[in-house]
């Protein structure tokens, strides 16, 4: 039986992480596979960290990733991609945006936001990207389609047909968003 | 057809299919997403109640009058909820009755995390608990059938993972929604002591009944598997065990009040050893000890917190069922991340009158919602949360007893937690004459469970006009004399206003009324700072405000953030911040 693949996917709220859940549920069901999605909300839209965690797979029981477990860590911002890498499994893929929110501990200069985040996970993650999501939505046309840069930059990484992704896309956002998305997507995968 | 659905939205589609006439609730993570989304089905009458009491009476009145029906709370909920829930034993139904209880094991979002199984086995009610989506629907229609033909109410208890996972459900057609005929029934339903006493005897032939209807129900079934090691699981619990030892022979409890003793004992002859393997509480556990069968439980798993298969790979490993995964240290040598705790959203009315209360250094009694959010630092405006109402009352409790303290201390409390519990709480105040001083910082919503309207706001869960309580003329009416109307973005009123409040004999009410941000966005021009004026003192970091960053010894403003509410221009000493009708 094919093991579940296992996303985990960080960021900070506001950050369109639930969008992009939505789309990899998509992407699941045209394979015809089981999946469950786990996220917690409540202080979500208060600037908290979030988590949301996608298992695809014959057949998933648990609805959540242990550390050592994600095959992809999809990070939304830097600090979130430090603070969930033990989620990582060994020899697992982590795909990082390399937008800074500092979070308000650092604003009020109680804590620092650590320097070279990405070049110390380089140090010890062999397979990780690095992309600036925001710059390239931006240049697609739409800040708002970071969230589809990266899920254009994880598509790469997983075996499934891009046609898939595309319709899955297409289910999931608004018409009148769906062209800047799909420049979005395609920027993602050739970055 | 099949669907992704998250635990709440399954409950809510599993209440449309089972023919549910009325659903009722108060939000609270991470039950509220229940009614919202049963709300959207226009055939089913559904509503916000101002509290978990009021809502399961109207549970219990509809029930009794025939109809099948949904009350939905999070755990601490059923607290307030506990007095009806146990005589509603008791009386039984005509219709349906199903309580969901929405238990947050990890306290991801709540003050404690009581475990409410106990809460079923105290109130003499069955319960119900799924372990996913599917499971969540097909229980709904399950628990209305139990309680209609064991005339008791059900418990159905979800937890956060299963409330807000989602998986695949198989969608059926709904029932036509029936109403059993009512018919005056005083022995059964009028709980003086004289039926009381009968109703007590019959809940007991009831949950006798019950008792054998669980060992043969098809949610309490075993997995067949290795006899060397068997599990007995339930909720959320399972599909972990499910995972690690997918081997190994499970007993899953789905009916998890009252328990099927044969079954059970039946299961524990087959295996070699068994374990219990469930979230907080000892449950199952202890119930399963007092059969006299030997089992292993809380000395290996713990009893606070959430599980998840790793966690129980891990003692599973220990215990030498299981050989250790490979782990890979990802974290020697790297920095530690600093917190991202929630904060108030820039522009947030809460903000500035915790501001103010910390800097008059007063005693701040505080309740729950964003604002309890007020309470961490740097803001450090409250001082202590306990429960829903408790504000009010606590602060009035200092008054009587402490003189000396009493002259500095003010209760907050929000606009729907007022309307939930804080009435009775000034009431009191009225009546036991203290003279506290009360804020209701009315946002106009229920901002913490995310925008739900209440009956302050002119709208019902179902999208309808409503009318509007005057909460000032509440308070006026509760006995309160002194009754002040302020901005709570203008910082000098709300302090003018907190001084005469205190000075004031008896109860006093300031009422800081504006909209949440999120609710109504103004579009103010932003706040800029002269960099040539500000002196890096950093008090405007004290606002807690997301958008407001130091470096460099000089202030700045992030104008993506920033909705110009100026109340940093307010604190600002030296006059760098700018606000946006000042030409900067
Ligand atoms: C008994 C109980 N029911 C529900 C909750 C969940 N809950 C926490 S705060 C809150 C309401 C917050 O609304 P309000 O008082 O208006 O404050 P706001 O978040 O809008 O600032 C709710 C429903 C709870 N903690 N306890």
């Known amino acids: 039986m094919l093991k579940p693949i296992n996303v985990f996917m960080v960021g900070v709220g506001g950050q369109g992480t639930i969008l992009a859940s939505k789309v990899l549920a998509a992407v699941a069901l045209k394979m015809g596979y089981d999946i469950k999605v786990s996220e917690i909300h409540g202080m979500a839209q208060r600037g908290g960290s979030v988590v949301t965690q996608v298992r695809l797979g014959e057949k998933v029981y648990s609805p959540v990733i242990s550390e050592g477990e994600a095959d992809v860590i999809l990070a939304f911002e830097k600090l979130e991609a430090l603070r969930w890498l033990s989620y990582l499994k060994p020899g697992g893929t982590v795909i990082i945006n390399s937008q800074q929110i500092s979070p308000v501990p650092v604003l009020a200069g109680a804590a620092e936001y650590p320097e070279d985040i990405t070049g110390k996970i380089k140090e010890r993650v062999a397979d990780l990207q690095v992309l600036d999501a925001l710059q390239i939505a931006l240049e697609c046309g739409n800040a708002k389609a970071a969230n589809v840069v990266l899920l254009g930059a994880m598509a790469k990484k997983l075996p499934v047909d891009e046609k898939i992704w595309r319709d899955a896309l297409a289910d999931t956002v608004p018409q009148r968003l769906l062209e800047v998305n799909n420049a979005a997507f395609t920027a993602g995968f050739s970055a | ?74 755990h601490v909920g059923v607290n307030v909820a506990a007095d009806p ?26 003050q404690n995390e009581q475990d409410n199984r106990h809460y079923a086995r105290f109130a003499k009610v069955a319960m119900l608990e799924p372990s996913d989506s599917q499971e969540a629907k097909d229980m709904v229609a399950l628990g209305l059938e139990i309680s209609e033909n064991f005339d008791i109410p ?59 209807y669980s060992e043969t129900t098809r949610v309490n079934f075993i997995v067949p598997g290795d006899n060397k090691v068997g599990i007995i699981t339930s909720g959320i619990s399972y599909q972990y065990v499910r995972e690690v030892l997918p081997g190994a022979s499970v007993l899953k409890l789905g009916l998890t009040n009252p328990l099927p003793v044969q079954l ?31 089992v292993t439980g809380k ?30 240290d990802w974290a020697t040598g790297l920095p530690q991340a600093p917190p991202r705790p929630p904060v108030l959203c820039p522009g947030c009315p809460h903000r500035g009158v915790f501001f103010t209360l910390r800097s008059m250094k007063l005693t701040v009694t505080g309740d729950i919602g964003c604002y309890t959010l007020g309470g961490l630092p740097p803001l450090e405006g409250i001082d202590c949360c306990v429960c829903m109402g408790a504000s009010i009352s606590m602060a009035h409790g200092i008054d009587k007893a402490v003189p000396g303290l009493k002259e500095k201390t003010v209760a907050v409390i929000g606009d729907s937690t007022f309307l939930h519990s804080g009435i009775t709480s000034l009431l009191n105040a009225v009546y036991n004459s203290s003279d506290i001083t009360v804020l209701i910082l009315d946002n106009r919503t229920t901002a913490m ?69 999120l609710l109504k966005r103004e579009s103010k021009p932003v706040v800029t700072v002269d960099q040539e004026t500000c002196n890096g003192c950093k008090v405007c970091l004290k606002l807690s405000c997301p958008a407001i960053s130091v ?29 946006g009708n000042a030409d900067a």
Request: some cysteine; glycine content about 8%; charged content about 25%.
């Open chain 2, 1 to 74: 057809m099949k669907e992704l659905l998250s635990g709440n939205a399954a409950i809510a589609r599993g209440a449309i299919e089972a023919g549910v006439t009325l659903a009722s609730g108060y939000p609270g993570t991470p039950s509220t997403e229940i009614l919202e989304n049963l709300s959207r089905c226009k055939d089913v009458y559904s509503e916000w109640a101002p509290n978990e009491k009021v809502a399961l009476e109207v549970g219990v009145g509809a029930a009794m009058a025939g109809a099948r029906t949904l009350v939905t709370m999070k």
């Open chain 2, 85 to 110: 829930l146990f005589t509603a034993a008791y009386t039984g139904v005509t219709g349906g009755l199903v309580l969901i209880s929405a238990d947050d094991p990890g306290m991801h979002s709540s």
């Open chain 2, 154 to 212: 059900v418990m159905l208890r979800i937890t956060t993972r299963v409330a807000h996972s989602q998986g695949m459900v198989e969608l059926n057609e709904p029932l036509p929604r029936e109403i059993k005929p009512y018919s005056k029934d005083v022995k059964k339903y009028l709980m003086v002591p004289a039926f009381g006493r009968l109703r007590r005897l019959s809940l007991e032939e009831r949950l006798t009944r019950l008792k054998e």
């Open chain 2, 264 to 294: 059970i004992k039946q299961f524990a002859e087959q295996v070699q050893t068994l374990y219990v393997v469930e979230e907080l509480e000892p449950f199952l556990e202890e119930q399963i000890r007092m059969l006299g069968i030997k």
């Open chain 2, 299 to 328: 000395e290996m798993f713990p009893a606070t917190g959430e599980f998840s298969q790793g966690l129980l790979r891990s003692k599973f490993a220990e215990a030498g069922l299981l050989t250790a995964q490979p782990r890979e």
């Open chain 2, 449 to 517: 469970t995310g925008h739900q309207d209440h009956p302050a706001t002119g709208r019902t869960l179902m999208g309808g006009e409503a009318p509007e309580v005057d909460l000032e003329a509440l308070c006026r009416a509760l006995g309160v004399k002194q009754v002040e109307l302020v901005d709570p973005l203008d910082m000098a009123a709300v302090k003018e206003a907190v001084n005469t409040g205190l000075a004031a004999k008896g109860p006093s009410v300031i009422i800081a009324r504006r909209p949440c941000v």
């Open chain 2, 551 to 579: 470096s460099d010894k000089k202030s700045s403003v992030d104008k993506t953030l920033c909705v110009g509410c100026n109340l940093c221009v307010q604190v600002c000493k030296t006059g760098a911040m700018k606000g």
